[in-house]
């Protein structure tokens, strides 16, 4: 590594070894057969047969990861694509499609050399002309993870030989090793990819999103409106993998339904299960379970409702008073959730930021508490007042008294759909009723983000391994957009941009901290969303079947085989 500054390059040392700490979350909980997140295999794997995967989003309408961060996208491609980097069973990034890389000037330069012999599923070699256009027409303008940290920072891409890419920034950026993964950088051919221009983001405008070229262990066969198919790919650049010579994905999107599937050795690996299934899988000897700490959306995900706080015209904007936000965290009982939905796997939210990620641990931060009397008291202040067991508005500007406290809310099967049953049960008991609205990953990305047409919305942020990565978009006003998983409370206000424009060029990770204390400090006082808990990724697999990467979620397969 080139050096100019002693003091910052310690300072970025410092904080890389904080983001590489942070990206490896403990298990938190394992059965008796719980499995180690590991890539080491036996010495005679088996070769041959078909996996099958259960996927619990349902059609994901699409197969090009590079365009969103959607984890119903990237569970169903992922095996297609790589990286220019990995992450080790520790989080630490190693060669993928990238060989090797230089760290110069401090931090602000990255210079990557591209493995040699890699062909594209099509046969085309992959070159750093790809590199370049998957970030500059695909992950700088779609991917929301990717699209807030790297634009904010201000990189800039060269491919100056068939071999290198070089990423400058105008100031050092430590955690760019932390997101040239597979989930926060799949790489796509530009050759493929380039026709469909300003429409890479679509279907209709760009028909590789259904029949998807990538350099994966795995390359596509059909797509259908039951199953994804994928066979071997005989060029893989790691020689003698993937053993399996098939991969069958089918759509099961009833978690009951799965969790009898693979009972059944119908399915052989299923992405999640229900919380009141896990107690049967752990007992089952014919199947292994595993905490991952990543999962195909990210890794340190907290799962959370937002609000909309910036509606079209001619819908209700119900939550511009924050006081009315404060009485909707008043009337939640995150704790009640919490243990009828997730079954107590994960921990509670007790910050904004996942407690995770080491450089964003706050003191000081009481999120508020469960009172349901406060509640009613703060809407009887806002002007929703109560009607015989319903709130109606009275006095408040921009809404016509007498309207009634009627929301919605958006979520996916699962988890997501569960909490708003519960919300809607806790919400009710103060006067607000609420519409629940179970939907598929397509349709939720263009409800909330494309149209805004919402009132509530679970999601699950992925903070990945720094909030640079996984936070800012949710919070900066340039995060406003129709791209899926950005800012979906539309929250905005001139102090918090500048904090997080601040925290894109400090590298001092004691400086870093503070920001980030305030920037949680500032998102307490606003309350733009509901944090509600930080969740967990729990696999269940045959247990005939072995050798799974629990870390690189794309790569989840690449090594494993079945004795049978």
């Known amino acids: 590594m080139r050096t100019r500054s002693r003091a910052v390059r310690t300072a970025l040392a410092l904080t890389l070894l904080s983001l590489l700490a942070a990206g490896c979350a403990k298990d938190e909980k394992g059965g008796n057969k719980t499995a180690q997140p590991s890539t080491t295999q036996p010495e005679q794997p088996v070769r041959g047969g078909t996996l099958v995967v259960a996927l619990d989003g349902g059609d994901p309408g699409s197969l090009n990861p590079a365009v969103t961060s959607n984890g119903g996208v990237h569970t169903a491609s992922e095996p297609m694509f790589n990286g220019l980097v990995g992450l080790d069973k520790d989080g630490k990034p190693t060669p993928e499609l990238a060989a090797s890389w230089t760290i110069e000037q401090n931090g602000a330069v ?52 068939p071999k290198t890419v070089v990423f400058t920034f105008p100031a050092p950026y430590a955690p760019l090793l932390q997101q040239l993964n597979v989930t926060e ?63 069958t994905e089918r759509f099961i999107t009833d978690p009951g339904t799965r969790t009898l599937a693979v009972q059944k050795h119908e399915v052989d690996w299923v992405w999640t299960v229900q919380g009141s299934d896990l107690a049967t899988v752990k007992a089952d000897k014919g199947l292994t379970t595993g905490d991952a700490p990543r999962g195909p959306g990210g890794g340190n995900c907290v799962l959370t409702v937002a609000f909309n706080l910036k509606p079209p015209a001619g819908r209700t904007s119900f939550f511009s008073d924050v006081r009315v936000r404060q009485a909707l965290w008043a009337a939640t009982n995150r704790q009640q959730g919490f243990d009828t939905v997730l079954f107590g796997q994960g921990k509670l939210a007790t910050q904004p930021i996942n407690t ?30 109560d009607q015989g067991g319903t709130r109606v508005a009275k006095g408040i500007a921009g809404v016509p008294d007498g309207t009634p406290f009627k929301i919605d809310y958006h979520g996916f099967v699962g988890s997501q759909i569960d909490y708003g049953q519960s919300l809607k049960q806790q919400w009710k008991a103060i006067g607000i009723d609420v519409e629940t609205k179970q939907e598929d990953n397509p349709t939720l990305s263009a409800n909330v983000f494309r149209d805004r047409q919402f009132d509530t919305s679970a999601i699950s942020y992925c903070n990945e391994a720094d909030p640079l990565i996984g936070v800012r978009r949710q919070y900066h006003s340039s995060q406003i957009s129709t791209t899926a998983f ?16 601040q925290s894109t060029t400090e590298a001092d990770p004691v400086k870093r901290q503070a920001i980030f204390q305030k920037i949680q400090d500032l998102a307490v006082k606003d309350l733009p969303y509901i944090w509600l808990a930080e969740t ?18 794309g790569l989840f397969a690449e090594a494993a085989y079945c004795k049978r």
């Not at 099509?122 to 590199?131: A, I, L």
């Not at 979906?488 to 904090?499: K, R, V």
Request: a positive charge; aromatic letters at 12%.
């Open 356 to 385: 995770a990620i080491g450089v964003a641990k706050a003191t000081g931060i009481t999120l508020p508490a469960f009172d349901q009397a406060r509640a009613k008291t703060l809407l009887d202040q806002a002007g929703w007042v």
């Open 486 to 501: 950005t800012n979906a409370s539309g929250y905005s206000t001139p102090e918090m941009d500048a904090l997080w424009d």
């Open 185 to 247: 950088a799949p790489i796509i051919p530009k050759k493929v990819y380039e026709p469909c221009g300003a429409t890479i983001n679509t279907v209709a405008g760009c028909a590789a999103n259904k029949t998807p070229v990538g350099t994966g262990p795995f390359k596509f066969v059909s797509y259908d409106t039951t199953e994804i198919k994928m066979t071997r790919n005989p060029d893989y650049f790691r020689s003698g993998l993937p053993y399996l010579d098939n991969l």
């Open 536 to 553: 967990v990724n729990t696999r269940v697999w045959n247990a005939q079947c072995t050798g799974f990467n629990l870390m690189n979620t």
């Open 110 to 161: 990255y210079r990557f050399t591209l493995r040699d012999g890699v062909k594209f599923h099509d046969g085309s070699p992959f070159t750093s002309d790809d590199v370049k256009f998957t970030f500059e027409q695909a992950l700088l303008k779609f991917h929301s993870r990717t699209s807030a940290s790297l634009t904010a920072a201000k990189v800039a891409i060269t491919a100056p030989d």
